[in-house]
């Protein structure tokens, strides 16, 4: 049964794309059998990964609305072990298409569950808001993997997004759990950063990773070589703290 991780949170540009594509890179290295499911129509993920055209027939689109068989959609990326369910542009008016239909919030469980014994982890790159993709999202997920900046307004909205787990956890999925907050883009040497991670770690205990994410600017690059940063520049700061970050996850799991 795959583990199923989804990046959450509702602020956007913290790095829920890069930390969902870098840790997926990463886990299929280590030999793991990796999905990354893009639920963000946005898709940057899906361009992370090398997929630039935007107007996929075969995506979460056609699996979630159209009920498209989710094997006909996978697509294979450079890195081996590593596949991507990949989004489209039409992902965007999903929303309103899912809406009408019966299970709506379990679509994406659903869409899933045929295909759980060939990963050994599925990762969710949710959209930045708490929609009803994001839901969806948060039933298919044994975690959540919530990316942040330390930065002022770091904890606004995470109030609203701890709320909205706990309705899933109650009603929908009772095994979803905070699996760890990381803290993205972090420099110790700004005293605001370091207030703002002790603010974090004051809420979320040992629930906040200890590996950090450096500002690294081949992180920011990467994407638009179509490369996780693995593959861009494995040696870089930011592949380091992915490597890290990963172990971490493992040992947690
Ligand atoms: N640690 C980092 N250092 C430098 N740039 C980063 C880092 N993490 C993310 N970025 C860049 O910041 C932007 C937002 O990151 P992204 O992962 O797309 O956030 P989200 O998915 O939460 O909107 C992107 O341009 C990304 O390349
Ligand atoms: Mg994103």
Redesign the pocket.
């Known amino acids: 049964m795959a583990k199923i991780i989804a990046f959450s949170n509702q602020k ?1 540009g913290v790095g ?2 890069t930390a969902c594509v870098n840790v997926a890179t990463a886990l299929a290295l280590k030999g793991n059998r990796v999905l990354v499911v893009d639920l ?1 129509s ?1 898709g ?2 899906t361009s992370s990964l090398g997929f630039f055209d935007k107007n996929l027939h075969n995506s979460t689109y056609s699996v979630l609305v159209d009920g498209a068989n989710i094997k006909n959609c996978i697509l294979n990326t450079e890195t081996n072990g590593l596949k991507t369910l990949p989004a489209s542009k039409d992902l965007a008016g999903a929303e309103i298409e899912l809406c009408g239909k019966p299970h709506r919030e379990r679509a994406l469980a659903s869409a899933l569950e045929p295909i759980e014994d060939e990963f050994d982890f599925v990762l969710i ?4 808001s708490l929609s009803l993709l994001t839901v969806n999202a948060l039933v298919a997920a044994d975690g959540v993997i919530v990316p942040l900046v330390a930065e002022y307004f770091a904890l606004e909205g995470l109030a609203q997004m701890m709320n909205t787990i706990r309705l899933v956890k109650r009603s929908l999925n009772p095994q979803i759990d905070i699996l760890g907050v990381v803290i993205n883009m972090y420099d110790a040497r700004v005293k605001l950063a370091r207030e703002v991670k002790a603010e974090v770690e004051k809420l979320f205990k040992d629930r906040v990773f200890e590996t950090t994410i450096p500002r690294n600017v081949r992180l920011a690059e990467a994407p638009s070589f179509g490369k996780p940063i693995a593959l861009y520049d494995n040696k870089c700061a930011g592949a380091v703290a992915y490597d890290a970050l990963v172990q971490e996850i493992i040992q947690k799991i």
Not at 125 to 128: E, L, T
Request: proline share 9%.
């Open positions: 956007g829920k794309t963000d946005q940057n993920a790159d949710c959209a930045p």
